[in-house]
Structure formats: C-alpha cells, structure tokens
C-alpha cells in the first residue's frame, strides 16, 4: 500500500516548465494522464469514427492502406489506454480510496535512467523538445508499485481492475517487471533539473 513520505528524493520526466524552487501540489485536479482519458477521440484523419470507417471498407471490399491501418491501431492503443486507466480508478475508488489517484497523482521513479528512458520513448508522440528530468521533494502520500501491471495486452475492463488489485497493494515480489512506478499525491518541490 501506499506509505506518507517527508522530504524524499525522485525523478519525474516531464514537458512542463518547471524552475528550481517551484512547489507542485499533486492529487487535488486532474494530471497529464487524466487529460489523455477525458480528451482522448477515436476518429480516423476524417473525421468519421473508426467502426464506421471500417465497415464502409469491409462493405466496399477495399484494403486498407498502411496509413489506415497505423490511425485504427492509434485509435486501439488510446482505447486500451482509456480502459487500463478507468478500470484501475474504478478499483482504486472502491477498495483502495487512500491511495493516490493515477488521474490526479504525480508519476515518478527513483532510478534517474529510467526517467531518461521515458522521455526518449515519448520522443514523437507527445513530448516537446524541451522534456527534461526534474528532481523533486516530496511530502505528502507516496504508492510504490510494480509497473508490469500496467501492462495493456488487450484486456477488457474487468480484467484491468483484477490486475490493478496487485498494483493497489504495491506487490511486487515474484513478478518481474523492469522498474517500479511511483505515485504521488501532495506537495512537491523542485530541488534540481537534469536536461
């Protein structure tokens, strides 16, 4: 479970342009991810939504070209996403409502190659040039967990809410998985950016 953190260090990559000394509250609106949740659409390039798009190419017996078929994978990939997120919330909210939010937390690690890592990944699909690594100070209530259960694999609804009992309760023993994710709702202070 989640445990109250005092002055503790970690990296968090990010876009926003955060200055030395600037204090971050975490956990009281909606975060980055929340964002891509709320916001996200699942229209091809013109406009029509993919089940309507692809039933007009499924009646029309046409193929779908390689740019066709990249927009229906994006629009798979942000409704996994969507599902992972609201799955994880709707079992956070019923049995693990003291943990911090993944809609409203703050997301870090302790291992500054794994933030460096994260921001080279994002590089061309959402992250700006100027993504850097800052280094916080936390207070406030911190969740550490095994990020292999983040892990989308095509799963419904249902199947994201089973699996997010095991990052609820930050287990972690006898899974592998490649880093912790870190979770954080309060107070944050930047001590230092890395660019």
């Not at 956990?27 to 964002?35: F, M």
């Not at 193929?63 to 990249?70: C, F, N, Q, R």
């Not at 990939?77 to 956070?92: A, K």
Request: glycine letters at 8%; charged letters at 30%.
């Amino acid at each position: 479970m989640f445990e109250i953190v005092k002055d503790k260090i970690l990296y968090q990559a990010t876009n926003w342009d955060y200055k030395i000394g600037d204090i971050i509250e975490f956990g009281k609106t909606r975060n980055g991810q929340a964002k891509r949740v709320f916001e996200q659409t699942f229209l091809m390039p013109n406009g029509q939504s993919a089940d309507v798009f692809l039933k007009e190419k499924i009646n029309n017996n046409q193929l779908l070209s390689m740019e066709d078929m990249k927009a229906v994978q994006n629009i798979v990939n942000g409704y996994e996403f969507c599902l992972r997120e609201i799955g994880m919330e709707i079992e956070r909210r019923k049995k693990y409502p003291d943990c911090p939010s993944r809609l409203k937390g703050m997301f870090l690690t302790d291992k500054l190659e794994i933030a460096k890592e994260y921001i080279g990944a994002q590089k061309g699909r959402d992250c700006k040039s100027t993504a850097k690594v800052v280094v916080v100070k936390l207070n406030g209530r911190l969740l550490k967990s095994n990020n292999s259960f983040n892990a989308r694999d095509g799963k419904s609804i249902d199947q994201f809410a089973e699996q997010s009992n095991k990052y609820w309760q930050g287990v972690d023993k006898g899974y592998e998985h490649k880093f912790n994710e870190f979770l954080f709702e309060g107070t944050a202070e930047v001590v230092d950016i890395i660019k």
